[in-house]
């Protein structure tokens, strides 16, 4: 079990709270689910946000653990780090912004035996940004075993939309015997599904008036429905393997998995009458696609047998992911009536190599209980690489309108609806780490167990060098109730990307109450540029983690665990808010630089104070009449409070600005505060039903002018799905994801340019979606 190195626990026997999904339970909940989704459908204190619009973040959705992010979850795969993503997070609020989490999705849920979720600390077992906890993804290991499925769903369609996100998706898995003891398992999946939209008239006028001031009759007739922002189109392949081969008494192993990804998603509408249009390209405007080729692998080999009394492990992981981002049916409008309307604007790459020996041992001692004494190495390698592309996605051409309203005004430079990284943006980062640790655990007396783990990590970077440890305890008061806590220390260096990443886009952003495009950069906290508004190098964020709770099981089949937390974490990353102005303009071109667009650079920002409780109960039982059943409740409570705010620098006094602003703030305090699951599995004879409802609780989005404050509130979410058993080995099923089509409220500041009216809710804002899957064992 994830969380113990020595002896094999239970969830139930565990110092420190674990869950565990079994790959059944990911399939039951259908509706076309990537990974990360189905956890949140699973796990209370997981949270993966529905985006829309946002390029990236459309399709790699930000995700984490006890209101914490994905960058402080470290993601196993069979026990072993899984690399990062190369696609950085932008979009999720203030919580995340800048890092780059494993990309859960990647993996091919078909290829999944279980997965164990650690909700924890976990910095001195596993690795230093094991903040939040551990996810461990375990593969199908089979032997003969296969499955097939074949899956087809679309959603419920909106506002006279029609049905929309068509989805078709297939996957299959086998197990192979080899040789003596060997086995090889192999799983493939595809997915097909086309976007889906949510949007709202523009408002406004279009078309330049004519030359006697009336307005354009083109205006009566214009499609106003121009942004095509949401859940993106997109076709992917994932593979998977799992090895095994004896070797003696050793045994050699292996598992790897491979995944390519095309996605397109639209952006805001450009008028025919902006700076961002050229009339003899688009003259009625123009809605740009943002596109991405991903392409991702990651591959372990090891061996592992006994040695010496030890059992040794000896293993080798290199993973790496490629993104290929672009935009079509856009422009450079600087490029004037000659610009392409299509570009590759850059390229990212993230490589891991990582190298572990893991020993691990029972001492007896002189009371026969055993002292298990687990130790080991690490040794990793991490590189972050951007190239820009189309020399003509970043160029400044110069043009200037000839004639009409917009004569003797330039053109807005760079591809619109795309994120563009210049010469000057590229980065080409690497860093080393070493780590050891000592795990300890000591089963003290039948009702006491004690744990003690330490690490030691080295960064060959900045971000330095540091100790984590943790102490955890489990005490059984009786057969059926018992108490346990842990105390535990982590670090989290500032990733590669946080450390270099910089681009330019054309951002929707409030400003004064409005909703409107926005010239963004973000800089290099390192940069010339950055440095003159007073950003200082990044320094690693640390935290200290205090959790106690209980487990019950007072009777056959029914389980409780209640686990309260305190997460404090230090100088967390995050982007500033927009810095714009007369003033921060000055300060740029004092300094040599343009003052035309609004600056952005990723900052120690904030100490912040997670609190939260989660409690977890399992009930299951049979009857003779009516089958089996298994009912489930899951909640969190969290709330996080922010400690302390980091001061302004002298570079920006007098200003009027913040470098981490009201609104920013907002997104770390006014999130929804609590999550309801209750779930139902109903199988008898031939028929099974999975039934579940999820309460989302209300949240606030601040603005810096708390009179465009919006709060939204609380709502249930009701999934549904009936099976049947055709044959021993053919089985089919139809059901609902979101049954009665609940959408979050609407938001309350006017929407001028025509984005989805709805909330950024937890569940998203796009409404129910009906499927049918047949699955067939072979």
Known sequence: MTGSRGQARTVTTS????????????????????????????????????????????????????????????????????????????????????????????????????????????????????????????????????????????????????????????????????????????????????????????????????????????????????????????????????????????????????????????????????????????PDGFTPFYSLKETDTQFTGGVKGEVSQWNADLSSTYGRNHAKNGAFNTLNASLGPSSPTEFDTFSSTFGQWTNNLDLTRDFELGNSTPLHVSFGGEYRYESYETKPLDEAAYKSGGYFYPSGPLAGRPAQVGAQGAIVVTPEDAADESRNIWATYLDLALDVSPKLLLTAAGRFERYDDSSGSVWSGKLSGRYEVTDWFALRGALSNGFRAPSLAQQSFAQTSTSVNLVGGVYVPVLTKVVKTGSPTARALGAQPLKPEKSMNYSFGTTITPGSGLTLSVDTYQIDLDDRIT???????????????????????????????????????????????????????????????????????AANPPELSGLGLTLFDRRTQGWFTEGPKTKLIAGLNWDYDAIGVNLKT??????????????????????????????????????????????????????????????????????????GYYYSRLSMSF
């Open 15 to 282: 110092p420190t709270p674990i869950d565990v999904i079994g790959g059944e339970d990911v399939e039951r909940l259908g509706g076309g689910m990537q990974l990360r989704d189905a956890l949140t459908q699973l796990v209370p204190s997981f949270q993966s946000t529905t985006v829309g619009s946002s390029s990236f973040n459309s399709l790699t959705r930000p995700a984490g653990l006890r209101g914490l992010s994905g960058v402080h979850v470290l993601v196993l795969v069979n026990g072993k780090r899984r690399h990062n993503s190369s696609i950085i997070d932008f979009n999720s609020g203030a919580t995340s912004q800048g890092g780059n989490p494993v990309d859960l999705d990647l993996i091919p849920s078909s290829a999944i035996e279980r997965i164990e979720v650690l909700r924890d600390g976990a910095s001195a077992q596993y690795g230093s940004d094991a903040i939040a906890g551990v996810i461990n993804v375990i593969l199908k290991k089979n032997t003969t075993d296969g499955r097939a499925t074949i899956e087809a769903g679309q959603r419920y369609g909106r506002d006279g939309s029609g049905s929309d996100g068509e989805t078709v998706q297939a996957s299959v898995s086998k197990g192979f015997l080899l040789g003596d003891g060997g086995s090889l398992t192999l799983a493939a999946e595809g997915k097909s599904g086309q976007p889906t939209v949510r949007n709202s008239d523009v408002t406004g006028a279009l078309y330049f008036p004519l030359a006697n001031g009336s307005p354009d009759p083109r205006e009566q007739t214009a499609d106003r429905r121009t942004y095509q922002g949401g859940l993106p189109k997109v076709k992917d392949v994932k593979l998977a393997q799992t090895l095994s081969l004896p070797l003696g008494e050793a045994e050699f192993y292996s598992d790897g998995t491979f995944g390519y990804r095309e996605a397109e998603v639209g952006q805001s509408g450009r008028r025919p009458n902006s700076n961002q249009n050229v009339l003899q390209i688009y």
């Open 575 to 645: 982007l500033t808010g927009l810095l714009s102005g007369n003033g921060v303009r000055n300060i740029l071109i004092r300094n040599g630089f343009s003052g035309d667009q609004s600056l952005r650079f990723f900052t120690n920002a904030v100490d912040t104070r997670t609190r939260g409780v989660d409690v977890v109960g399992t009930y299951a039982f049979s009857t003779d009449d009516l089958g089996r059943f298994r009912t489930s409740l899951g909640f969190n409570y969290n709330t996080t409070k922010i400690r302390n705010i």
């Open 694 to 767: 999820t309460r989302y609780d209300s949240f606030k989005l601040l603005d810096n002018s708390a009179a465009n404050d919006q709060s939204f509130g609380a709502k249930w979410v009701t999934d549904l799905e009936v099976s049947y058993e055709l044959t021993d080995a053919l089985k089919l099923a139809v059901g609902a994801y979101n049954l009665f089509d609940v959408y979050p409220d609407r938001t309350t500041i006017a929407n001028t340019i025509g984005l989805a009216p709805y909330g950024a809710g937890p569940f998203g804002h796009y409404g």
